[in-house]
T-cell receptor, first 112, second 114 residues
């Protein structure tokens, strides 16, 4: 699976959009970009995923660059409850087993 | 619909003791997983199951055993606990192993081995 790099931490004002970047320059054609988040002391929570088109759901939007080497997760109106560690993951199903490799992620602090 | 639940939420063990962690899901998922999360290490896969009655080893299986006797339950056993097994354990499940597979995680079990 391709590796990802994310900034270790970010701040965002409550009510503003939070834009979390992720670089995945070695991504291959059959790898998807997934985003999860982990609120303190809870299990990881799936947010969104995509292959090459931009995606939107009730939680967030995912913008993937045309060359697929980077992406941005957008939380349109951040709330205090969005304070969490956000993980960007690229992955493809393997023949033996699947695993989700979580790196350090980005610690997002939403400030009142 | 409770999703993925884990029992217990917290446990303290002495070195050499045994215990079983229970994971249950009510989403009729085929795949279930056990991870451990340690500071600065992300999540590491211990064991996984692709269906009732089948299990397989992940990245860090030593010292753990698992069983999947029922589709909705996945048990993680520690035969002889060691301090190195102090960690937060997460269970996850998913419907299938396709490219768009999404894993749903439980709330975690915090284990302290003295």
């Amino acid at each position: 699976d391709a590796k990802t790099t994310q900034p270790p931490s970010m701040d965002c004002a409550e009510g503003r959009a939070a834009n979390l970047p992720c670089n995945h320059s070695t991504i291959s054609g059959n790898e998807y970009v997934y985003w999860y988040r982990q609120i303190h002391s809870q299990g990881p929570q799936y947010i969104i995923h995509g292959l090459k088109n931009n995606e939107t759901n009730e939680m967030a939007s995912l913008i993937i660059t045309e060359d697929r080497k980077s992406s941005t997760l957008i939380l349109p109106h951040a709330t205090l409850r969005d304070t969490a560690v956000y993980y960007c993951i690229v992955r493809v199903a393997k023949t033996s087993y699947d695993k989700v490799i979580f790196g350090p992620g980005t610690s997002l602090s939403v400030i009142p | 619909n409770a999703g993925v639940t884990q029992t217990p939420k917290f446990r303290v063990l002495k070195t050499g003791q045994s215990m079983t962690l229970l994971c249950a899901q009510d989403m009729n998922h085929e795949y279930m997983y056990w991870y451990r999360q340690d500071p600065g290490m992300g999540l590491r896969l211990i064991h996984y199951s692709v269906g009732e009655g089948t299990t397989a080893k992940g990245e860090v299986p030593d010292g753990y055993n698992v069983s999947r006797l029922k589709k909705q339950n996945f048990l993680l056993g520690l035969e002889s606990a060691a301090p190195s097994q102090t960690s937060v354990y997460f269970c996850a499940s998913s419907y299938a192993r396709g490219l768009q597979e999404t894993q749903y995680f439980g709330p975690g079990t915090r284990l302290l081995v003295l």
